[in-house]
């Protein structure tokens, strides 16, 4: 059975810091893996999708890369920002591809 | 466009009695999931929608939880005789339903208190 963990449950940090949040998975099988933003009462924010052939996905601040045989994925937040603050989860497929599995997420705290 | 709707926002209701929570994906998405998340619990699985049809009801935690889905647009997820434990935001995403790595994409949810 696929089980998502991620590591640090919590985080704080000043403004303007470098940032690793860490995934693990113990089913190398999969299509895919995502990272989403939650904030407080909101839905979920899609913010990288790394397919299983590739290594590593970008988009503005944010860099995710994704080691499949290793069951690891890295989201790195660079300059982080108070508008940051939000909580991070990270989701692979169940490879029926029918449904995403998450972890139970990283809440960050950007302090200015 | 728009994105996903949830409704109610918000749902109070009492111990035993009947809810139903909507979900109207995106346009001209195939694909419709509903997920729940407990109070500090990760997200879990509920149910899979591919056009009508439903092959993946794995999630579902009793009989009591059902879900449909008409013209392979709006979905009804609904729990009969609802209990505490069914306390939870009810989240629900679309996809294009095309392939394996198609981004899901997540309405507001739906909160619901049993009191």
């Known amino acids: 059975k696929q089980e998502v963990t991620q590591i640090p449950a919590a985080l704080s940090v000043p403004e303007g810091e470098n940032l690793v949040l860490n995934c693990s998975f113990t089913?190398?099988?999969?299509?895919?893996l995502q990272w989403f933003r939650q904030d407080p009462g909101k839905g979920l924010t899609s913010l990288l999708l790394?397919?299983?052939?590739?290594r590593e996905q970008t988009s503005g601040r944010l860099n995710a890369s994704l080691d499949k045989s290793s069951g690891r994925s890295t989201l790195y937040i660079a300059a982080s920002q108070p508008g940051d603050s939000a909580t991070y989860l990270c989701a692979v497929d169940n490879q029926a591809g029918t449904a995403l599995i998450f972890g139970k997420g990283t809440t960050l705290s950007v302090s200015s | 466009g728009a994105g996903v709707s949830q409704s109610p926002s918000n749902k109070v209701t009492e111990k035993g009695k009947d809810v139903e929570l909507r979900c109207d994906p995106i346009s001209g998405h195939t694909a419709l999931y509903w997920y729940r998340q407990r109070l500090g619990q990760g997200l879990e699985f509920l149910i899979y929608?591919?056009?009508?049809?439903?092959?993946?009801k794995s999630g579902l935690p009793s009989d009591r939880f059902s879900a449909e889905r008409t013209g392979e647009s709006v979905s009804t997820l609904t729990i009969q005789r609802t209990q505490q434990e069914d306390s939870a935001v009810y989240l629900c995403?679309?996809?294009?339903?095309?392939?394996?790595?198609?981004?899901?994409?997540f309405g507001p949810g739906t909160r619901l208190t049993v009191l």
């Open positions: 089913d190398s099988a999969i299509y895919n």
């Open positions: 995403a679309s996809s294009a339903g095309l392939t394996h790595t198609d981004t899901q994409y």
């Open positions: 790394i397919q299983s052939s590739q």
């Open positions: 929608f591919q056009g009508n049809s439903a092959p993946d």
